[in-house]
């Protein structure tokens, strides 16, 4: 038996409320929200944060590979997937790499793992936006998903992947050059007449593949950026359209590559032993797939279930600050000069710090340090230290400032100094906060963020966020 041993969604903080966009232009916009990656988050960013929270529910069990799918990478001529790699700590002997460049490199990312013989993370993450006042500014979103896909002697396998068909052709639904800020997309009634006869023989064939009948189905997941396209894709696979699942789109968009998994995730908080889930992916194609819960699944609790995520969202996020984000609208910084770009080498010799958050505990006192040291606070010790993972440790703010003259995308600057339960004392910056709402006492956990951009070098390392009730 192989499928999945474990997954994890993770949806950003804040949402758009689509209201805003038409208020402010006078077109665009509609009903609901969207979910919006912050200013320091981006597709890398949010596919760590969403392979932490899988791990918690992987059983200990370490991936021989790491698959990293996104069509919005942040990198181009250097691997992305590396920096999940060094966020989670991982042995250097687990391959870490890229599929990227469309949607529809989570199935290429899926299939090799599937139909692979050893436990695989595959993670799938977008940040998408459209042209101001678009269809697909409204209408899209920004998530993460990952996937633990194992057989069942490397731990329980709580979806059974039955197998499933593809169809591929090629025609000019959506594209975007490198460079680009947004995707340009051909007339909807094209789209829509090249895909449904692609569904129609991908469902025909993974039936048969399978031995299934589409009453054997009970919930289908039917994802795509071609909006008109997925709607009518249920009737082209000739299922019930009574069983397929709310796509989540009026709470948070079309989050693009990982959409299809960020739904799946939301079936399966809910599911229970002996269904047979049916996905429709349609991206350059369509592929058709079958997983059926196992037993297991009665015991699998996960850590951030879709709906706790959706109900927790800050949707007062104003227009011209997500334009801002998405680097639409050009605003004057503070007057402080432009930040410096991290160097290679002290980020390489540093490596387990700077992305796993990695301290040190002095082995006679007890005492951690942050950043790790050679010499103890306590006792004077020298280097005889041993590491300590902080990441998912939770802590206290023991005091704050708001700074409103550092460099920000996204000013203030909130400064915290926090106490880890079990020791350990840390200045860092709060984010998904306001500057209003912090005070001493409230508790934090740690986040992977971007901290900045410059010289075309992302700055990645560890910020606080208040934590979740």
């Not at 997954?7 to 804040?14: H, I, Q, S, T, V």
């Not at 006078?26 to 944060?49: H, L, P």
């Not at 695989?120 to 993450?125: G, I, K």
């Amino acid at each position: 038996m192989r499928g999945i041993i474990a997954y994890g969604a993770y949806l950003p903080y804040f949402r758009l409320q689509k209201s805003a966009i038409s208020k402010a232009l006078g077109t665009g916009g509609g009903r609901g929200t969207r979910s919006v990656a912050s200013y320091d988050e981006d597709a890398t960013s949010m596919a760590v944060e969403v392979s932490r929270i899988l791990m918690r529910n992987a059983g200990g069990i370490v991936p021989s590979s790491v698959y990293f799918a996104t069509a919005t990478p942040p990198y181009l001529d250097k691997t992305n997937a590396t920096v999940i790699h060094a966020a989670l700590d991982l042995p250097s002997y687990v391959f870490a790499g890229d599929v990227a460049g469309s949607p529809r490199s989570v199935n290429a990312a899926l299939r090799a793992a599937l139909e692979g013989s050893r436990p695989t993370l595959v993670v799938a993450s977008d940040v998408r936006t459209g042209r101001p006042g678009s269809a697909d500014e409204a209408g899209t979103g920004d998530a993460a998903v990952a996937w633990l896909i194992g057989s069942d002697n490397d731990g329980p396998v709580i979806a059974e992947w039955l197998g499933g068909a593809s169809s591929t052709a090629e025609f000019l639904d959506r594209w975007r050059q490198p460079g680009w800020d947004y995707s340009r997309v051909w007339e909807e009634r094209f789209g829509e007449h090249a895909y449904l006869p692609l569904v129609t023989e991908a469902a025909t064939a993974a039936f048969k593949e399978c031995q299934l009948e589409p009453s054997d189905i009970d919930a289908v997941v039917v994802a795509g950026l071609h909006t008109r396209a997925v709607k009518a894709a249920a009737k082209a696979a000739g299922v019930d359209g009574t069983k397929v699942a709310d796509d989540l789109f009026d709470v948070v968009g079309n989050t693009g590559t990982p959409h299809a998994g960020l739904v799946l995730a939301s079936v399966l908080d809910k599911a229970e032993p002996g269904q047979t889930i049916m996905v429709i992916h349609l991206a350059d194609g369509v592929d058709v797939g079958f997983y059926r819960t196992t037993d297991a699944i009665a015991g699998y609790t996960p850590v951030k279930p879709v709906a706790q995520q959706v109900a927790a969202g800050n949707d007062s996020l104003d227009y011209n600050t997500f334009l801002t984000w998405r680097g639409f609208l050009d605003r004057e910084p503070p007057r402080r000069p432009d930040p410096d770009a991290p160097a290679a080498p002290p980020s390489f010799r540093g490596d387990r710090w700077k992305y796993a958050f990695v301290g040190s505990k002095d082995r006679s006192t007890g005492a951690i340090h942050l950043p790790p040291q050679r010499v103890s606070v306590k006792g004077g010790a020298v280097d005889d230290m041993e590491p300590v993972p902080m990441a998912d440790v939770p802590a206290t703010v023991v005091t704050f400032t708001i700074d409103r003259l550092a460099y920000s995308l996204s000013p203030p600057v909130i400064a915290v100094v926090i106490d880890f339960d079990g020791g350990g004392r840390f200045q860092c910056q709060l984010t998904d906060a306001s500057p209003d709402s912090v005070k001493i006492g409230d508790r934090v956990q740690m986040t992977f963020r971007r901290l900045l951009t410059a010289n075309g070098i992302h700055n990645y390392f560890w910020k606080a966020r208040p934590a979740e009730s």
